[in-house]
């Protein structure tokens, strides 16, 4: 099992910048994919990018491809969301979340999941 702590999230204008930083516990994180969802208030969560285990592929969804970057450091048990050109539409809670078996952009996919990081953009 994993555990999985965000940061990073805080109060920006629009255009500016942001870094996520997900940290997990446990010795195994290089066998985990890793991806960052959003959950904005009274909409469904969904998929913002993804990273496989060694860091080799990323994937994004259409909304964020361009502004966001996703990375990882398997050193550090740590996973990363560079956020540029911040939008109002991207204020949300971002969460972390871990996969054993594969790289998806299915939050069923995913196991283990920490507990968010509020991101809002003012306008």
């Known amino acids: 099992q994993v555990q999985l702590a965000e940061s990073g999230g805080g109060l920006v204008q629009a255009g500016g910048s942001l870094k996520l930083s997900c940290v997990a516990s446990?010795?195994?994180?290089?066998?985990?994919?890793m991806g960052w969802f959003r959950q904005a208030p009274g909409k469904e969560r969904e998929f913002v990018a993804a990273?496989?285990?060694?860091?080799?592929?990323?994937y994004y969804a259409d909304s964020v491809k361009g502004r966001f970057t996703i990375s990882r450091e398997n050193a550090k048990n740590t996973v990363y969301l560079q956020m540029n050109s911040l939008k109002p539409e991207d204020t949300a809670v971002y969460y972390c979340?871990?996969?054993?078996?594969?790289?998806?952009?299915?939050?069923?996919?995913?196991?283990?999941w920490g507990q968010g990081t509020q991101v809002t953009v003012s306008s």
């Open positions: 990273v496989s285990r060694f860091g080799s592929d990323t």
């Open positions: 446990g010795r195994t994180f290089n066998t985990y994919r």
């Open positions: 979340a871990a996969a054993r078996f594969v790289d998806s952009s299915a939050s069923t996919a995913y196991d283990y």
